[in-house]
Structures are given as structure tokens and as C-alpha cells.
């Protein structure tokens, strides 16, 4: 199994930084009304709503807003033109790309999609061309990696599927269906992570240890999330260390 990319590392830190800008809040929102929308209101009986909920939280969303997001998709009507559709591409360095999108015009979503990827010297491929290269799974992220015995007794009784240690960070790897089970027996034993999510994790990366390729591949992924429609962009990148210090 792939260790955590070092990729993962920086999305996380933007996501946050984009957040306080009131950049990503509108697709979390729209997140939140779709999974409270195709399933139950109620986070805990809802694994993509609650999901959604902790990338909200983690990004300082009040409580009052997803309420009201939640409230919104479980009112249902509000959405039902809206398609969700995935797109695959590689960028520079043979660099392995998924593009989730929620759309109510697919010309345009993927006229811009492509047009992400061609600026970037990317191709923007057919269905199945990558999704293949990534499972979706749940990922509770701490800093400390002394941590490393308490969290893993705790989480596996809770139901983890594994502890990764890449002598960074630990990352506890569950099911998605059992992301919030986990995450709450965490909380309780006074284990709060650093980061937690349900993300689509690549089997395998691509090392990028050129800055050329690199500042390509970021930019490329930065357009890509800057664009309405694109709700998550995913990819299998692991940048060396010398680059991880100048990015």
C-alpha cells in the first residue's frame, strides 16, 4: 500500500489557506447538499454527508451553515439538474490525475477541464484511463508520529483497516462507510487529528523531482480546483524533498 503522498501534505495546508479566502466554502456547501440530498439527513447515518461535514468543519465552517446546507439538500429541488461526473488525465511525468465535478452543463465543465489540462502539458484521458490506480478510503492524518502505539490501539479496536507510518505522519486508513466511527473513538480517547477525510488514494506514485515538472503539475492542479464545477482533484504526485522545500 502507497504511503501518504507528500502531495497530500500540501492540499491540505492550501485547503486551508483557500478556505480563509472563501474559496472552497461554495463546493463544500454544494457537497453537503448533494450527499444530504441522495441519502439521509443525518450525518451519522450518512457516511458521504458526514464526510462532507468534517472537510467543512476542518476548514472553520459554522455549524450554523452546514445546518443549513443540510437542511437545503434534504428539501430536495434544489440540485436536480446537477450531474456528478469524474474525469481522468495524466499531467507531466506520467503524473495519474482524477477530476470529480458537480455540473449543470457538461460541454462547459469539460471544455474547461481540458483546457486545464492541455495548458499544462497534461491529456486529459478516457474513462477508466486512471481511476484504476485509486481506491477511495478514509484518512485520519496526525503530525505527531509518537502517537504512534495510542493511535493505532484505539483505531484498530474502533474498526481501522490499517496505521501508516511514513515517519512524517501517521496516517489511520479506514473504510469509508467506517471514516466516522473511527474518527468519534479517536476524539473520545482525546486522540484529535491534525487532518481527516475521505479521499481516493493511488496504489502506486509518481516521483517528480524536477521543479520544471513540478511547478507544472501544481499549476495544472491549481486550475483545475480553481474552476467552478471541479469539486476534488486528486492525484498520485510525491515530490522529493529537495522540491517539497521549494514549492
Same mark, same amino acid.
Given at each position: 500500500?502507497?504511503?501518504?503522498?507528500?502531495?497530500?501534505?500540501?492540499?491540505?495546508?492550501?485547503?486551508?489557506?483557500?478556505?480563509?479566502?472563501?474559496? %472552497?466554502?461554495?463546493?463544500?456547501?454544494?457537497?453537503?447538499?448533494?450527499?444530504?440530498?441522495?441519502? /439521509?439527513?443525518?450525518?451519522?447515518?450518512?457516511?458521504? #454527508?458526514?464526510?462532507?461535514?468534517?472537510?467543512?468543519?476542518?476548514?472553520?465552517?459554522?455549524?450554523?451553515?452546514?445546518?443549513?446546507?443540510? /437542511?437545503?439538500?434534504?428539501?430536495?429541488?434544489?440540485?436536480?439538474?446537477?450531474? /456528478?461526473?469524474?474525469?481522468?488525465?495524466?499531467?507531466?511525468?506520467?503524473?495519474?490525475?482524477?477530476?470529480?465535478?458537480?455540473?449543470?452543463?457538461?460541454?462547459?465543465?469539460?471544455?474547461? %477541464?481540458?483546457?486545464?489540462?492541455?495548458?499544462?502539458?497534461?491529456?486529459?484521458?478516457?474513462?477508466?484511463?486512471?481511476?484504476?490506480?485509486?481506491?477511495?478510503?478514509?484518512?485520519?492524518?496526525?503530525?505527531?508520529?509518537?502517537?504512534?502505539?495510542?493511535?493505532?490501539? %484505539?483505531?484498530?479496536?474502533?474498526?481501522?483497516?490499517?496505521?501508516?507510518?511514513?515517519?512524517?505522519? #501517521?496516517?489511520?486508513?479506514?473504510?469509508?462507510?467506517?471514516?466516522?466511527?473511527?474518527?468519534?473513538?479517536?476524539?473520545?480517547?482525546?486522540?484529535?487529528?491534525?487532518?481527516? /477525510?475521505?479521499?481516493?488514494?493511488?496504489?502506486?506514485?509518481?516521483?517528480?523531482?524536477?521543479?520544471?515538472?513540478?511547478?507544472?503539475?501544481?499549476?495544472?492542479?491549481?486550475?483545475?480546483?480553481?474552476?467552478?464545477?471541479?469539486?476534488?482533484?486528486?492525484?498520485?504526485?510525491?515530490?522529493?524533498?529537495?522540491?517539497?522545500?521549494?514549492?
Amino acid at each position: 500500500m502507497a504511503g501518504h503522498s507528500k502531495w497530500a501534505n500540501i492540499k491540505h495546508r492550501k485547503a486551508k489557506q483557500d478556505a480563509a479566502k472563501g474559496k %472552497v466554502f461554495t463546493k463544500i456547501i454544494r457537497e453537503i447538499v448533494s450527499a444530504a440530498k441522495q441519502g /439521509e439527513p443525518e450525518p451519522d447515518k450518512n457516511p458521504r #454527508l458526514r464526510a462532507a461535514v468534517e472537510k467543512a468543519l476542518s476548514v472553520n465552517m459554522t455549524k450554523d451553515t452546514i445546518k443549513r446546507a443540510i /437542511e437545503r439538500g434534504a428539501g430536495g429541488g434544489d440540485s436536480d439538474n446537477v450531474e /456528478e461526473i469524474t474525469y481522468e488525465g495524466y499531467g507531466v511525468g506520467g503524473v495519474a490525475v482524477l477530476v470529480e465535478t458537480m455540473t449543470d452543463n457538461v460541454n462547459r465543465t469539460v471544455g474547461e %477541464v481540458r483546457h486545464a489540462f492541455s495548458k499544462h502539458d497534461g491529456n486529459l484521458g478516457t474513462s477508466g484511463s486512471v481511476a484504476y490506480l485509486f481506491s477511495k478510503r478514509g484518512e485520519i492524518i496526525f503530525d505527531d508520529v509518537s502517537l504512534e502505539d495510542e493511535v493505532m490501539m %484505539v483505531a484498530l479496536d474502533a474498526g481501522a483497516v490499517d496505521i501508516e507510518n511514513d515517519g512524517d505522519s #501517521l496516517v489511520v486508513v479506514t473504510d469509508p462507510e467506517n471514516f466516522g466511527t473511527v474518527k468519534d473513538a479517536l476524539n473520545e480517547a482525546g486522540l484529535v487529528s491534525d487532518n481527516a /477525510e475521505v479521499t481516493m488514494s493511488p496504489s502506486t506514485t509518481a516521483d517528480i523531482d524536477n521543479i520544471d515538472d513540478a511547478q507544472k503539475v501544481m499549476k495544472m492542479i491549481e486550475m483545475l480546483e480553481d474552476l467552478d464545477d471541479v469539486q476534488e482533484v486528486y492525484t498520485n504526485v510525491n515530490f522529493s524533498d529537495d522540491i517539497m522545500a521549494q514549492l
